[in-house]
C-alpha cells in the first residue's frame, strides 16, 4: 500500500490542550493497593508510593488523572477517605466486588500526583449519592478555610485547597451496570442542579456531564440529546468512552480509529444540535475520559468475582497483557483524538497502574512498560502547540465491521515556538509493507527528520516480567529525504513517530 501526507503548519486542527494526555485511576484491582501504593516495596517513598511506578508515570507525561472511578465512585463515600487513616472505615465496593480500606484517600492521592507532576480530575458520585454530598466534597477541597468542611481539611493536614478545576458529574450513569443507573432525562436533571449548585459556589469550575459509556449503547445519541437538553448551559464537556478488543477479526481490530473517529463527530454533531436548537453560540468540548483496549469479553466471561462472602481486597482484575497489534491500535485511537483537537480537549487514558494499563507492577517485584506505553510516551512528548491536518491520501482495504477503510491513518502536530514538528502514522495493513511519502515542502528545503517504528514479526508480541524489554520502538532506518519530501518505508502492523 502507498500514501501520501502533507505537513504544512497552515493546516490547522486546532490548538493541543494538554489535558489530552490524561489518564485515569480508579479504586479497582491493583490499580491503588499494589500499584501506585505499596508501603514494603524496596522503591517506596515515606508515604508508602512506589518510586519506580512515580517515575514511569513522569515518563509517561500524563496531565490531569481521574480519580477514584469509574464504577468504583458511583457506591462511594468521600468522607471515608479523608482524616485518620486508622480511623477510616472499610467498606464494601459493589462495583468491582472488592474490600476498600480507604487506606489511600484523597489526601494521599493528592500528594501522589504532587510526586507525579499531575493534576487531579475528581470525579462526584452522582449513583447513590447526589447534589449536597457533591458541594460538600466541592467545599471540602476548595474553599480556602473558615466553615466545618474547610477546616476539617485543614486540620486532616492540607492547609491550602485542592483548588481541583475539573469535576465529573458521575460516572456512565447510562449503563444499567452503574449503581444509581438512570434515564437521560432523570440523570440530565439531577446533573444540571448538581452543575448549578456547584457554580455557585465556583463559576469558574470546569465541568464534566456524562455522554454514553460506548457508542454501542443503545441509547447513544438519544442520551447525549437528552442530557445536553438540560444541562448546555451549565457544563464545559460531555464524556466519551470507548474501549476496543480483537475479537477474532485483526484486519477490523486494527482499524479502530475509523470507529473513534465516527464516535467523536457523532457526538460534536449531536451537541452542535442542542446547541443550534437553542440558539446558543456556546461550543460543547468533548472529554474522552475513557479509552483503551480492554479485553472486556474476557473479565465479562471468566475474571468476575461472586459470593456474599467473598469480597477480597486489591484482587488480580482487568490485567490485560498487550501486544504489538494493540499498540498499533492504541497508537491509532491517539491520531484520532489528535484528529478532534479542535473538539476533544480532555482525554483520559483508562487505566495507568495493573488494571488495563501501560505501566505493571509485581509486588515486591519490578515495575514495566507494557507495549501501548510507548505510543502514550512519544506522542505526549511530542505532540505539542497545534494539530495538523496531513491533507492524507490512501490506499484502502476492506473490513467486516466499518466497511472499507484506509490502511494508513496520520496526524500531524506542529509547534510554533520550537520550530518543530511531528507527523504520527499507522499502518493496518497485516501483510504488507507501505510506502508513504511525506511531503514537508513547505518547512523548507533543508528540512531533516528522524523516525521510530513500533512493529515486530510477531504481532502478538508481549512484555513481561520476565521479558520487560521485548518490546521497545525502534529508530526506522528506511527514511530518505531528498528537496524536503520524504519516503518511509512502514512494516505491517507499525505505529510510527516521525520527528521534525
Ligand atoms: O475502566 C474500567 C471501567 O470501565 C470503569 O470503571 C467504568 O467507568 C467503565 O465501564
Given at each position: 500500500p502507498h500514501a501520501h501526507l502533507t505537513l504544512n503548519p497552515r493546516s490547522s486542527i486546532g490548538p493541543i490542550d494538554r489535558r489530552l494526555f490524561g489518564s485515569f485511576i480508579e479504586?479497582?484491582?491493583?490499580?491503588?493497593?499494589?500499584?501506585?501504593?505499596?508501603?514494603?516495596?524496596?522503591?517506596?517513598d515515606e508515604n508508602g508510593f512506589r518510586g519506580d511506578v512515580l517515575e514511569l508515570v513522569r515518563e509517561l507525561g500524563v496531565s490531569t488523572i481521574r480519580y477514584p472511578g469509574g464504577n468504583f465512585v458511583s457506591g462511594f463515600r468521600w468522607e471515608d477517605s479523608v482524616g485518620p487513616v486508622e480511623k477510616r472505615p472499610t467498606r464494601l465496593d459493589l462495583a468491582w466486588h472488592s474490600t476498600e480500606s480507604n487506606e489511600v484517600g484523597l489526601h494521599e492521592f493528592q500528594t501522589w500526583l504532587d510526586a507525579a507532576g499531575s493534576e487531579l480530575m475528581l470525579a462526584v458520585n452522582l449513583g447513590t449519592r447526589g447534589t449536597a454530598e457533591a458541594l460538600d466534597l466541592l467545599e471540602y477541597a476548595n474553599l480556602a478555610q473558615g466553615t466545618a468542611l474547610a477546616d476539617q481539611r485543614r486540620q486532616n493536614g492540607r492547609e491550602a485547597p485542592f483548588d481541583v478545576r475539573m469535576w465529573c458529574l458521575g460516572n456512565e450513569m447510562d449503563g444499567p451496570w452503574q449503581l444509581g443507573h438512570r434515564s437521560a432525562d432523570d440523570y440530565g436533571k439531577l446533573a444540571a442542579q448538581t452543575a448549578r449548585a456547584m457554580r455557585s459556589f465556583d463559576p469558574d469550575l470546569q465541568l464534566v456531564v456524562c455522554g454514553s459509556s460506548s457508542s454501542t449503547m443503545p441509547t447513544f445519541g438519544e442520551w447525549e440529546r437528552v442530557v445536553l437538553g438540560h444541562t448546555y448551559d451549565d457544563v464545559d464537556f460531555i464524556s466519551c468512552h470507548a474501549y476496543y478488543e480483537d475479537l477474532g477479526d485483526r484486519a477490523s481490530f486494527l482499524a479502530s480509529g475509523v470507529d473513534m473517529d465516527r464516535f467523536i463527530e457523532q457526538v460534536v454533531a449531536t451537541a452542535d444540535h442542542v446547541g443550534a436548537v437553542r440558539g446558543s453560540s456556546k461550543r460543547i468540548q468533548l472529554s474522552f475520559d475513557e479509552w483503551n483496549i480492554w479485553y472486556n469479553t474476557r473479565f465479562e466471561n471468566v475474571d468476575k468475582i461472586a459470593g456474599v462472602d467473598n469480597w477480597p481486597t486489591a484482587p488480580r482484575l482487568l490485567e490485560d497483557v498487550y501486544t504489538v497489534t494493540d499498540a498499533v491500535v492504541f497508537g491509532s485511537l491517539m491520531i484520532s483524538l489528535l484528529k478532534h483537537a479542535d473538539r476533544v480537549t480532555s482525554a483520559s487514558l483508562a487505566q495507568l497502574v495493573n488494571v488495563i494499563a501501560p505501566i505493571m507492577t509485581e509486588p515486591g517485584g519490578p515495575a514495566w512498560r507494557q507495549t501501548t506505553f510507548f505510543p502514550f510516551a512519544a506522542t505526549s512528548a511530542s505532540a505539542v502547540g497545534r494539530a495538523i491536518d496531513v491533507q492524507l491520501q490512501s490506499d484502502s482495504y476492506a473490513t467486516a465491521k466499518y466497511g472499507t477503510v484506509p490502511v494508513i491513518d496520520a496526524v500531524g502536530a506542529w509547534n510554533d515556538d520550537a520550530g518543530t514538528g511531528a507527523v504520527y502514522v499507522v499502518n493496518r495493513s497485516e501483510t504488507e509493507a507501505a510506502e508513504v511519502i511525506i511531503d514537508l515542502s513547505h518547512l523548507g528545503a533543508d528540512v531533516s527528520i528522524t523516525a521510530q517504528t513500533l512493529s515486530d514479526p510477531d504481532l502478538d508480541a508481549a512484555n513481561t516480567p520476565t521479558d520487560p524489554d521485548r518490546v521497545r520502538p525502534a529508530a526506522n532506518p528506511t527514511v530518505v529525504i531528498v528537496a524536503g519530501i520524504a519516503t518511509i518505508t512502514l512494516p505491517p502492523v507499525s505505529w510510527t513517530e516521525v520527528l521534525v
Open positions: 479504586h479497582l484491582g491493583r490499580a491503588v493497593y499494589d500499584g501506585i501504593y505499596e508501603p514494603g516495596h524496596p522503591s517506596a
